[in-house]
């Protein structure tokens, strides 16, 4: 039960580029969709805050409102962007990948900002990595109208600002539960991104089936998805729950080539295997390391 749970957060998290598209047919832009994104996820987390049975962990203190400026504009919004650009500028299947560079980033950035050792295990993982990355970009030309130089980079993009989810995420622990973690997350994020992209105002003139799409999209890829893979991670190994989440990118990649008619080229699978295959080597890890905070998608450390 617990293993189906994680596979069926990684089949949301997978199907998001059906939002994308969507709400893109509609006139939406890539930022006025994050802005969809997290406010929506923030009206649905409301009612689980309201019955909340103890209120008082609401309360954070003024000095940590760093950390979740980190974890919502510097992460959430930062890597949502990057995300849904590099889908509208290639393909799912090249973007998702790209967002799969994320373990690699925080490799790096753990040892860099929370001074954890580099081991061998995460350097292999990095390199082969960037094997993955050199090939998929070496392939570009095979790709032909899927590939865009400034796709690439904006992917690349995503996997580090997902990967300052876990940095900031982990800073934050030391003072917020998880679901903390998340609330304030997806609060900051809206408050700051509501007054500059003002997305209801475009979304009035708009047939019901777009405000499905809205309302949808912050319900199923982000609020359920989330709390499915946190709720799996209560009974299995993070490890086993990184491995079943890379379900997200090979779903990602079937709904890019079923719904949306794209190809994939021999070089981009040899670039995904190299890429998909370093989050195995990352993921195996001790048993006894606790889960990754939520609402972290795989296990990235």
Known sequence: ????????????????????????????TEMEIVTIRVFFAFLWLLPIVIFMENKRKLIIQLKHIWYFIGTGLCSIVFFNWAYFKAINMMSISLAVMLLYTAPAFVAILSAIILKERLMKKKLIAVFTTIVGCTIIALAGKEVGGDWNTLGFVIGLCSGLGYALYTIFGKIAL??????????????????????????????????????????????????????LYTYGLKGIESSTASILATVEPVSAVLIGITIFNENLFIGQMIGAVFILSSILIISERSRRQDPIVFPSKVDLD
Do not use: C, H
Not at 203 to 218: D, I, K, N
């Open 174 to 227: 030391r003072d917020y539960d998880s679901f903390i973690i998340t609330f304030y997350t997806f609060f900051v994020s809206s408050i700051t991104l509501l007054p500059f992209f003002p997305f209801w105002k475009k979304a009035q003139s708009l047939p019901l089936e777009a405000w499905l799409f809205m309302t949808g999209l912050g319900l199923f890829p982000t609020v359920i998805a989330y709390l």
């Open 1 to 28: 039960m617990y293993q189906l749970m994680v596979m069926v957060a990684a089949l949301l998290w997978g199907a998001i580029a059906i939002f994308i598209k969507k709400l893109t047919y509609y006139g939406f």
